[in-house]
Each structure stands twice: as structure tokens, then as C-alpha cells.
């Protein structure tokens, strides 16, 4: 595709249940980027694959949220046993190596 | 650890008049890069400008110019010949290394942009 896309683009869970959120990064893209945005803030960072290894997690808050890239192309950010506290704007991003992190629309997560 | 800060939470601009937004950070590596972003209601975070901190000169792109104070840590952002399309959130955010160029990016909190016809 010509961007980055993200899906669903919005979400409403009831608190306790599991949701999954997909990223399709631009193709041939290497590195892929998962970022939480809480509302009025800015971007804050959770994980990072090059390919299909993820290479960085300490930005994910809790042993809840799981991200994967199985095939080093679309990932799945999972959270488990949502919370109010998990509501907020999940963003991906893409680059294909020359500092450039092109972002997908993000998905709306509300817990209710 | 690299931190980032927009000083300015909003910021109002007359139509086709030039409007600076702030920016500082703190890191104490020699080389990485700087942005700023642009995020409109739609959510999709456009990239506005970039810095390479080891270019002196200072980043244009048409009507978007930085002013890039290395010594001092600042990186502000000049609009100039302000549209209605530029009302935004506007992000900066330093690119962390550890890997090469693909390191994660850190955010301030944003200045809101508003524009008045």
C-alpha cells in the first residue's frame, strides 16, 4: 500500500477483555514501531521490530500488552485484561532505514 | 536519558503572518537527529522538518525553517506565510541511536496551532 495502515480504527472494550490491534507497515519496510498516545500528550514509545525480532520492549507498561511481527511484516499489538488506564491513541510507525518513521492513522482504544 | 520539551502548549497565528514554536532537549550524545511533526485532528502524524545535529546549517523545507542552537539545545520551528491548513498539533521529537538510524523517536507534549483567517 502506499502508507501506513491500522486497524480497526477505533475500539471500545469493556474492562477485562482482550483486544488486538494490527499495523501494516509500508511494504519492504524493516523496522516497525509501536507508540501509545494518551490524550493531550505526545507519543510515547512501547516497542520495536527490525524484520521479525523484536529488538526493544521496554516501553510496554505491563505484562498485558504482547507485540508481535511474525513474518517481519504486519504486527499485532495485544493487550490483555484492558484497563481504563490502557485507553489512549495506539500509533505504528515504518521506516525503511533512512531516519524516516512514517505513521499509520493509530487506532482509538477506549475501556470502558 | 534524552528528554524533550515544548514550553508552549498553544500558540495562535494570523493568516499569512509567521508564527516560532519551541523546543529544547536534553541528551548529552554529539550526533543524532531532530524533527518536528505535525499531527491535524485526523490523527496521522506528518513528518514537517528533520535535523541532522551534525549539519550546521540550518533545515528548510518551503515555508517551514528550523533554528537549530546546538550549544544551547534548542529547536524551534518557523512557519512563515501561515495557512489555515497549518492549525495542528505540532510535535518535536529526538531520535534515539542505539541502532544506527532506526532507534525510537521521543516527543515533547506538543504546542497546539491555531490560525485565525
Known amino acids: 500500500g502506499a502508507g501506513v495502515s491500522q486497524s480497526p480504527r477505533y475500539k471500545v472494550a469493556k474492562r477485562g477483555q482482550d483486544v488486538a490491534l494490527r499495523c501494516d507497515p509500508i511494504s519492504g519496510h524493516v523496522s516497525l514501531f509501536w507508540y501509545q498516545q494518551a490524550l493531550g500528550q505526545g507519543p510515547e514509545f512501547l516497542t520495536y521490530f527490525q524484520n521479525e525480532a523484536q529488538l526493544d520492549k521496554s516501553g510496554l507498561p505491563s505484562d498485558r500488552f504482547f507485540a508481535e511481527r511474525p513474518e517481519g511484516s504486519v504486527s499485532t499489538l495485544k493487550i490483555q485484561r484492558t484497563q481504563q488506564e490502557d485507553s489512549a491513541v495506539y500509533l505504528c510507525?515504518?521506516?525503511?532505514?533512512?531516519?524516516?518513521?512514517?505513521f499509520g492513522p493509530g487506532t482509538r482504544l477506549t475501556v470502558l | 536519558a534524552q528528554t524533550v520539551t515544548q514550553s508552549q502548549p498553544e500558540m495562535s497565528v494570523q493568516e499569512a503572518e509567521t508564527v516560532t514554536l519551541s523546543c529544547t532537549y536534553d541528551?548529552?550524545?554529539?550526533?543524532?537527529?531532530l524533527f518536528w511533526y505535525k499531527q491535524p485532528p485526523s490523527r496521522q502524524m506528518i513528518l514537517v522538518i528533520r535535523?541532522?545535529?551534525?549539519?550546521?546549517q540550518n533545515a528548510t523545507e518551503n515555508r517551514f525553517s528550523v533554528n537549530f542552537q546546538k550549544a544551547a539545545k534548542s529547536f524551534s520551528l518557523k512557519i512563515s506565510d501561515s495557512q489555515l491548513g497549518d492549525a495542528a498539533m505540532y510535535f518535536c521529537a529526538y531520535l534515539i541511536g542505539e541502532w544506527g538510524s532506526q532507534g525510537n523517536l521521543i516527543f515533547g507534549k506538543g504546542t497546539k496551532l491555531s490560525v485565525k483567517p
Open positions: 510507525a515504518s521506516s525503511g532505514g533512512d531516519n524516516e518513521q512514517f
Open positions: 541528551t548529552s550524545e554529539s550526533d543524532y537527529y
Open positions: 535535523q541532522e545535529a551534525y549539519k550546521q
